[in-house]
T-cell receptor, first 113, second 114 residues
Framework: NAGVTQTPKFQVLKTGQSMTLQCAQD?????MYWYRQDPGMGLRLIYY???????DKGEVPNGYNVSRLNKREFSLRLESAAPSQTSVYFC????????????FGSGTRLTVV | AQSVSQHNHHVILSEAASLELGCNYS??????LFWYVQYPGQHLQLLLK??????LVKGIKGFEAEFIKSKFSFNLRKPSVQWSDTAEYFC????????????FGTGTQLKVEL
């Protein structure tokens, strides 16, 4: 089925460890996004990529890096995890106009201890 | 930068009651407006969207929303809720031509009791 696939679904890290969250879409969308969801705060944009080869910071980029590997894949890296990064992470994609909303992945629940 | 306010954080209704969830945004230009639903343990799914034309839009599962430009509002409604509507609802706003970035509200947790 066409959609957005995220891996892993769950992860526990120790403070200071690094990891990469993977995201791939087969919707042929140009734009991809990483959001984090925290209770009472909704979804906040971490980074986005308007098209292959470009990335830009969102609202809460500190502590994260991204790579737009190709049109399909957009990864999010935590270089040195902190407890404040405990969250649910969602990847999403959209077509260029943005009029049709996002297609979201199923999320990654990350706990940093 | 635009912001989105959802004033109802938690709503509890009985089945068959009517629902209205408020959403207000702050941005003076042209916007694209969305409502998403997140069922427990799942990802966000699009309920409905508005970007032009008739300000009353209909979405899936009997939901509708009305865009009132003068009030900067995009409230979600359903005449008769069901237990299966228990979920969290998010309003989102995108600036037309603004790189497709969406700003989300903080969400409204809806619980429908039998």
């Amino acid at each position: 089925n066409a959609g957005v696939t995220q891996t892993p679904k769950f992860q526990v890290l120790k403070t200071g460890q690094s990891m990469t969250l993977q995201c791939a879409q087969d919707m042929n969308h140009n734009s991809m996004y990483w959001y984090r969801q925290d209770p009472g705060m909704g979804l906040r944009l971490i980074y986005y990529s308007a098209s292959e080869g470009t990335t830009d910071k969102g609202e809460v980029p500190n502590g994260y890096n991204v790579s737009r590997l190709n049109k399909r894949e957009f990864s999010l890296r935590l270089e040195s995890a902190a407890p404040s990064q405990t969250s649910v992470y969602f990847c999403a994609s959209s077509e260029p106009s943005g009029r049709y909303g996002y297609t979201f992945g199923s999320g990654t629940r990350l706990t940093v201890v | 930068a635009q912001s989105v306010s959802q004033h109802n954080h938690h709503v509890i209704l009985s089945e068959a009651a009517s629902l209205e969830l408020g959403c207000n945004y702050s941005y003076g230009g042209t916007v694209n407006l969305f409502w998403y639903v997140q069922y427990p343990g799942q990802h966000l799914q699009l309920l409905l969207k508005y970007f032009s034309g008739d300000p009353l839009v209909k979405g899936i599962k009997g939901f509708e929303a009305e865009f009132i430009k003068s009030k900067f509002s995009f409230n979600l409604r359903k005449p008769s809720v069901q237990w299966s509507d228990t979920a969290e609802y998010f309003c989102a706003v995108g600036v037309a031509g603004g790189g497709n970035k969406l700003t989300f509200g903080t969400g409204t947790q809806l619980k429908v009791e039998l």
